[in-house]
Structures are given as structure tokens and as C-alpha cells.
């Protein structure tokens, strides 16, 4: 049984306990909450060693890193280093977006090593093993995919079942078109049969594998915009429109779902992105890309993102997928997983904070009190990045003519340091 099934039956999984205890959720409201489809459990019953992770907005905001081989960079043992980085800077999840040679033995090795739920995108294998300069994906290929997937331990995929015929038009107007490389394929194969999206018409084909397997639909959005440009237009939202659909069929099957979600976003505009989605897919888990706020800083997407992303998870998100520097460019290597999960990590903690979810802010006041301590490792230890946050006090450290540095830093030096200042004025006050 699927957990939402079990949690319709009022049975309080494994995966639930654990959920609610390090989350501090009554475990009855999480047993709730995945009853009736506002927050999910992503647990393929064959990843046994992947750690349960609720995503929800009772929870606390979750992080995404892709990760994943191209055609033309990277390897098995890059994307292992890879996920490795991710994890260990706090990636909450991870999804194996390879394309190319291996990529089932890729991901049995993401698998294996990842303690975290591991999502994919079916159609890249499809397209994969199929033959020519462009070639056509097949569905029936697609379904058998999407089943050894799952068979495989896959916990969530992507799946862009919401992008339909009529909506092509409509994209065809805009600046950049179709950016979501899933749905591109999904309609150029539409457009080149002159028929529905299959993947649309055979849902219940592919609610029947998931539930099998208790797989967790990402409902991909496969019309999100690329630029700013083409942000909340009809393409955007004729799609959504299906995506709430399709949650409803979801939850008739009890299969868990979430709902992917832009993309390129103005930032005046996030707000009501993140209202209309949870109103129209019924408070189904939004998981968002960014949103990139402007389209100039290529190089920098792993900020310009972090910014939308700070204002997604304070309005509506409950999962957000990372940016990195490379986006726009290339794949990212090492360095760069690790400052997109990072830049990610601070954007979900700020949305937290921003929404006053309880116990958010506890370890900002922690921090507080060990910087007004001049408590360094204190400081180090509650750093969401503590080696590079070590790194650079030891670099100040190494680098001033000053034997000591405990009580200020090389900022202002101990003769301008504020907080050293206003220590000696609370002392006097004392003695008011």
C-alpha cells in the first residue's frame, strides 16, 4: 500500500513516526496531512535505505539538487562525488536527470548511495535508448520505462502529463517557447502524431505502476516560463489548470502527488503564483525551480534564484529545486552543487522564518547570542555552511598583525568593534 493509503486507514506508518518526530508535528496531523494530500512521504517500497522526508508546508522547507550525467560531460563516478557534495551540504532530495549511455546503472549507484529520496524524469531514458539524430519517443517505451524505474526504487518522478495539444499554440507565441526539456519532447511528439499527450490519455495506466510501487508523482510543468517575458501567461496556467486535474485523479488512487511549479518569474508576480497553485491542485505540495527573478546574471542564477525562492517558500512552496551558477550555461560541477545547495538551503530557512513556522527561528537566536558571546565555534557549529564559515575566520586570523582575535573580528578591529562596545555599555548600565 501506498503511505497515502495507509494513512486514509488511519494507520501511522514507520515513515510517519519518523516524519513527525524530527519535524515536531503531532503525528496525527501528519497522518492528516498525507491522508488528504497536502503533504507527501516520496518512499519507494524498494529504497530501503532512503530516510524518510515529508514535504509539506506543515514541515519545514525542502531542497532539491539535481544532479546528472549529459551527452556530452560527465560520468558514473562525477554524478557519485556529485551526490555525495550535495548531501552532505543538506540536500534534501535528489533527482538523477542523466541522459546518454548507463544511465540505469547510474542511478542503481545514486541509489545505492543515497540516503535521500532519488526522483527522475522517465522521458530522458526513453529518449535515451532510442536511435537517431532526433529521435521520437515512444510511449509504449515510456511506460515500460516509468515501470522498471519504479521496480528500480525510483521515490518520485517527474512526469509531464498536463502539457496538451491546444496548449501548444500558445507557447508557440512566446519569447523562448517550450524551455522545459520533458516538455519539448512530450509536444514535438504531440505535434508530430497530431495526437493527445500520451502520457494525459494513459494516466491510469501509470497511477497503476506508481501505486504498485508507492512512487510519488512530481507533476512536471512542462510549459513553465523561461524568461521573464513569458511568465504567468496562458501556456503557464492552461497547464496548471490540467496539473489540478490530474491531482484529483492522483488522489482518487491514493498515489501521493506534488506539483512542479516556474521557472523564470517576475518577483512582483511570485506571490500569486505560489496562491494560485495551492487553490487550483487543492494544497498539493508546490516544488519549485527558483524562481529566477531576472534573466541578466548568467554565472549568478544560483542568487538571482535564491531570491525567488526566498519569496516561493514564504508564500506557498514546500520543496525547492536548486539553481546553480551554471545554469544557463553548463553542468555543474562539485563546487557548484555545493553553493546551490547552500544558497538554497538559506532561501528555505529565511521562507520558514518569513512564515513563522515554529521553532524556525531558534537557531538565529542561537546564533545571536554566540556572536554576542564572540563564540566562535559556537557560531561555526550552527552555520548552515560551518568549513567555509571556519575557513574564512582563520583566514582574518592568519592574516592580522593581532596575536588574538576572540573578542572582535578584522571588520572593524577591536578599537571600532560595536558588539565589544556595547558589552562594556551593558556593564555600566548595571550599575545604573
Partial sequence: MTQMEYARKGVATEAMKIVASEENVPLDTVVAAVAEGTAVIPLNIHHTNCHPIGVGRIFKTKVNANLGRSVTHSGRGDELDKLNVAIKAGADFVMDLSVGDDIKAIRQGMLNASSKPLGTVPVYETISRLKGDIPQMDPSLLLQVIKEQAEQGVDFMTLHAGLLLNHIPLAMKRKMGIVSRGGAIMAEWMMENKSENPLYTKWDEVLDILSEHDVTVSLGDGLRPGCLADASDAAQFGELEVLGELVERCRKRSVQVMVEGPGHVPFNQIKMNMEREQQICKGAPFYVLGPVVTDIAPG???????????????????????????????????????????????????????????????????????????????????????????????????????????????????????????????NMSKKL
Avoid at 521562507?351 to 565555534?377: H, I, K, Q, T, Y
Avoid at 571556519?390 to 596575536?403: P, Y
Fill in 300 to 426: 549568478y542564477d544560483h542568487i538571482t534564484s535564491a531570491i525567488g525562492a526566498t519569496a516561493a517558500a514564504t508564500y506557498g512552496a514546500s520543496l525547492l529545486c536548486y539553481v546553480t551558477a551554471a545554469e544557463h550555461l553548463g553542468l555543474p560541477d562539485a563546487r557548484e552543487v555545493h553553493e546551490g545547495v547552500i544558497s538554497y538551503k538559506i532561501a528555505a530557512h529565511a521562507g520558514d522564518v518569513a512564515r513563522d513556522l515554529p521553532g524556525a527561528r531558534v537557531r538565529d537566536d542561537e546564533m545571536s547570542d554566540a556572536r554576542a558571546a564572540f563564540d566562535w565555534e559556537k557560531q561555526f557549529s550552527l552555520a548552515l555552511d560551518p568549513e567555509t564559515a571556519k575557513t574564512r575566520w582563520l583566514k582574518t586570523r592568519n592574516n592580522t598583525d593581532e596575536a588574538h582575535c576572540e573578542d572582535h573580528c578584522s571588520m572593524c578591529g577591536k578599537e571600532f568593534c560595536a558588539v565589544r562596545t556595547s558589552r562594556r555599555i551593558k
